[in-house]
């Protein structure tokens, strides 16, 4: 019998072709999808084609996501979607999405039912740790791993030790995953799971729907982590049934699986938390950062740009104006996301609200376009990286939020809550 | 291979956005790139860096983006070597991968100070610093990841298991 493994380990044994791994083995493994977007694909295309093949390893395995400088910002931007474009053409690529079917990738691959449980997925982009949420190991890496992926439908991996946090309890009210995320992360620092899978597990976690749970997953990087792993339920089931286009396998870690730390979280420690910069670890509670005033605030993004994002946001907005001051951006991650916002009538409160809405893209998240800082200016954002320079001019600020938040403040001009308001 | 450079040091969490901001990501052209290399961080580094320089890092270096402009940014700007506590992981792999030499090596980090000329063999991973006659040894790389690079880099390396080369 095998050695008791946890999920993490049980994903990239199987697709090893092994029955066991442990920590710190070096194996190749056989991939379920290899996905790139318009800044690294252009790169992984270019390595692609010194491999010395002709075609990619399978059309149907890979997802080229032009999302970041697309509705392209300029003419280079639109010259890089275009090697995209090209290429996807040529090789005749299942997923690759054209702006007007587009979604910021992290969003959108979970949506269309491109990734399930018990994938392994490797991305040019460090946000692929997203789909741990949905029981996958996937993992961000950078465009030579992406182009001989895209060749070969393999990769070699090391495989890491896990961290185990369990987070029991009830969670406080206003609390959301983005807020577990931030204070895990506060915790830990910015490398506390440097080369480790992160697993969250409890109560708690299992309290969440799957768009908060794919917000937790989604910033796992921003500790350092290789993946960041939530067990499938009942939750995921319900999401992934009917949407995953492929049979999908679940893999729960062993009740002795060997952790190199396990992390106990009390939810009701846990309260509205805002990331100050520059680091996603330089956490303080939202209520102590009311002095903090803003010139924008981005609600977007694949951390927070899907529909139960939106949804919070517009009810913290409806009825109410953004703050004369603040410029507040909208961002719904995909056009299903964008429709919906449509359809339930909170386009409609965001409008009204005096916010600007955008189709989807990654575009201010990463300092790209539509809605950049000028020097001094400090926005909050329901984005995932807070560096120096990160939205804009190198002495702006980023400060990292939950939607609701975010969107409490653009109405009071200042770092708040909703409470805070009339 | 044997490098020999002035060192530029910086501090812990050095990440991507600063190594390459996202603004001139509309290009992968590596020489464009090295024209911006670190410019949010040390807007004087650009000016300075001379070919064959090193630098010098605490902890979690390059962490953040994926993007392998980073590396690219950093060797087009005549880097050979950066020589830190740690690497984050994605950067660590770009590296190995795009051929840019990092050694990982927290007693080195800790005595090395900025302007130092140091050299570095990376096959027996020692640094010595010639300004104050010190030797190091950084952490050896794993087999495997050893095997990468002398056969050139990811790329190469998958060229010959293809039969390709």
């Keep these: 019998m095998a050695r008791p493994m946890t999920m993490a380990e049980k994903i990239l044994a199987a697709h090893a072709g092994l029955e066991e791994v442990v920590p710190g083995q070096l194996i190749e493994c056989d991939l379920d999808l290899v996905l790139a977007n318009d800044i690294t694909a252009p790169i992984a295309i270019q390595e692609f084609k010194k491999v010395g093949v002709d075609e990619v390893f399978d059309p149907t395995k890979i997802a080229l996501v032009p999302d970041h400088y697309a509705p392209n910002k300029d003419i280079k931007s639109a010259e890089q979607a275009k090697i995209v474009r090209d290429f996807a053409r040529e090789q005749g690529i299942t997923h690759y999405y054209e702006v007007g079917c587009m979604g910021v990738e992290h969003a959108l691959l979970p949506e269309q039912g491109v990734v399930g449980a018990g994938d392994l997925i490797i991305g040019a982009d460090s946000h692929t740790c997203t789909y741990g949420a949905l029981g996958a190991f996937s993992t961000g890496v950078g465009s030579t791993d992406a182009g001989i992926g895209l060749a070969t439908g393999k990769a070699w991996f090391k495989v890491p030790e896990s961290i185990l946090f369990n987070i029991d309890g009830q969670l406080n009210p206003g609390v959301t995953g983005k807020d577990i995320i931030l204070h895990i992360i506060g915790l830990i620092g910015v490398d506390g799971a440097l080369y480790q899978a992160m697993e969250f597990r409890g109560s708690a976690i299992e309290s969440l729907n799957m768009d908060e749970r794919l917000s937790i997953s989604n910033m796992a990087i921003e500790a350092g982590g290789k993946a960041g792993l939530i067990p499938v339920d009942d939750v995921t089931r319900a999401y992934m049934d009917g949407r995953v286009e492929r049979p999908y396998t679940e893999y729960h870690s062993d009740p002795d699986a060997e952790y190199a730390q396990v992390i106990n979280i009390k939810a009701e420690d846990i309260v509205p938390t805002v990331a100050f910069p520059h680091l996603p670890s330089n956490t303080r509670p939202a209520s102590e950062a009311r002095d903090i005033n803003i010139d924008q605030a981005v609600i977007g993004s694949c951390t927070n740009g899907r529909i139960e994002d939106m949804r919070q946001a517009a009810a913290v907005l409806k009825g109410r104006k953004v703050h004369p001051y603040v410029r507040c951006i909208i961002i719904p991650a995909t056009q299903q996301v964008y429709r919906q916002c449509i359809d339930e009538g909170l386009m409609d409160i965001f409008i009204e609200s005096n916010c600007a809405v955008s189709t989807p893209t990654c575009g201010p998240c990463l300092g790209g376009y539509m809605g950049i800082l000028a020097a001094g200016e400090r926005a909050i954002a329901t984005t995932n990286r807070n560096f120096v320079g990160r939205m804009g001019d190198p002495t702006s600020e980023v400060y990292l939020s939950s939607p609701a938040v975010a969107a409490a403040s653009a109405v009071l001009g200042h770092i708040g809550l909703p409470e805070d308001l009339d | ?165």
């Design chain 2, 1 to 165: 291979m044997h490098f020999k450079g002035t060192v530029h040091r910086y501090g812990r969490d050095v990440d991507t956005d600063v190594i390459i901001p996202a603004r001139y990501l509309n290009t992968s052209d590596p020489a464009e790139l090295a024209k911006h290399c670190l410019e949010d961080l040390d807007p004087t580094f650009v000016e300075k860096v001379q070919p064959g320089d090193i630098i010098v890092a605490e902890e979690n270096f390059g962490c953040g983006s994926s993007r392998e402009h980073a590396p690219i940014a950093i060797k087009a700007a005549g880097i050979d070597a950066v020589i830190a506590k740690s690497f984050a992981r994605i950067f660590y792999r770009n590296s190995i991968n795009t051929g840019l030499a990092i050694l990982e090596c927290p007693e080195a980090v800790d005595a090395i100070q900025d302007g130092h000329v140091v050299s570095v063999e990376t096959e027996t991973g020692t640094i010595t610093d010639e300004t104050t006659g010190q030797t190091f040894t950084a952490q050896p790389f794993p087999p495997f990841i050893a095997d990468i690079i002398e056969q050139g880099g990811l790329i190469n390396r998958t060229r010959k298991v293809l039969g390709k080369n």
